[in-house]
């Protein structure tokens, strides 16, 4: 099992270096997630869910449809949240780049300072909880360390995100890691594994749902009078019957509106959750970053570092 986790672990880190290196002035977010995403199946892994690509004033839950066109630009803050899979064992990493390229054509230099500061509060968050995490703790101690170490920038958490425990084949095994104290005394125990993942920003630290669904995972099955539907829940309950899956894969299988039509019906039905992406209240920049880790009794493993 902590073999597994340590693979998937160093594939997971892996992936997210090499493709950090592509988000610069005019990449297409597609080409980096079909990138991410292929290389995970090329080394024989799973994808612990769709490749997110988020950018600027949104957090998270926003990957490619089949013909996105959204294009990076120099200064954008990119966060690339990713997952990889071996035998079930998931790594859960992300780090928040700000795409390379004549920044100041789009961004004065009061903002690009701001911003250089987000992406460096949310590591600082990380660095103070890999500090604190270790076997005994309450979960919200870990929080309180993440917000202090944000606060130090003026800056706030997303109060309304929070890091999760992993178990085999599931991403949210029900152990939320906040990233402020929320009084949450449940206490980590020895052998777990949890990812940790905090956010920062200037705004009120408070996310929303946003427009569009890309990301979805399997609730339950459910009986659907049109054919294709039933298809596509069948493909579903095959293939995806664990962790989040792709529009984009569904509508690569079964055409686009077919594909998309089966997905708002399967959503309404509540056969598959559908995933807003997730937007700062003020529309302010988020930053993220994110490691798996081992909990051990005077600390803790990192499998993503
Ligand atoms: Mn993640
Ligand atoms: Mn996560």
Not at 72 to 85: E, T
Not at 114 to 134: C, F, K, N, Y
Not at 258 to 274: D, H, R, T, V
Request: glycine share 6%; aromatic share 8%; charged share 25%.
């Amino acid at each position: 099992m902590i073999d597994s986790y340590l693979k998937s672990g160093k594939l997971a880190s892996k992936i997210r270096n090499d493709a950090s290196k592509m988000i610069k002035d005019g990449t297409l977010v597609i080409d980096l997630v079909e990138y991410v995403e292929s290389e995970i199946l090329k080394s024989g892994a799973e994808i612990a869910f769709p490749c997110n690509v988020s950018l600027n004033e949104i957090a998270a839950h926003y990957t490619s449809p089949a013909d996105d066109k959204t294009t990076i630009k120099a200064g954008d803050m990119v966060k690339l949240d990713l997952g990889a899979m071996i035998d079930g064992y998931i790594a859960d990493t992300a780090v928040t780049v700000i795409a390379d390229g004549n920044i100041d054509e789009n961004y004065t230099q009061d903002e690009i300072n701001l911003h250089e500061e987000i992406v460096e509060a949310s590591a600082a968050g990380l660095d103070a909880a890999i500090a604190t995490a270790r076997a005994g703790i309450e979960v919200s101690k870990i929080g309180q360390a993440v917000h202090e170490a944000i606060s130090e920038y003026k800056l706030n958490p997303i109060f309304n995100l929070t890091g999760h425990s992993l178990e085999q084949n599931n991403l949210h095994a029900g152990i939320s890691i906040p990233n402020y104290d929320n009084n949450d005394d449940y206490i980590l125990e020895e052998g777990q594994a949890i990812a940790i993942e905090p956010f920062a920003t200037n705004g009120k630290g408070i996310v929303n749902d946003a427009p569009g669904h890309y990301i979805f995972s399997y609730m339950a099955n459910k009986p659907f009078r049109m054919k294709s539907t039933q298809r596509v829940l069948k493909h579903i309950q095959h293939n995806h019957k664990y962790v989040p899956f792709s529009g984009r894969w569904i509508t690569e299988e079964f055409g686009i509106r077919k594909g998309n039509i089966a997905l708002k019906q399967l959503s309404e039905a509540m056969a598959i959750y559908p995933y807003a992406p997730l937007r700062e209240k003020q529309d302010c920049f988020v930053s993220q970053k994110e490691h798996t880790f081992i909990i051990e009794k005077e600390g803790c493993t990192i499998t993503t570092l």
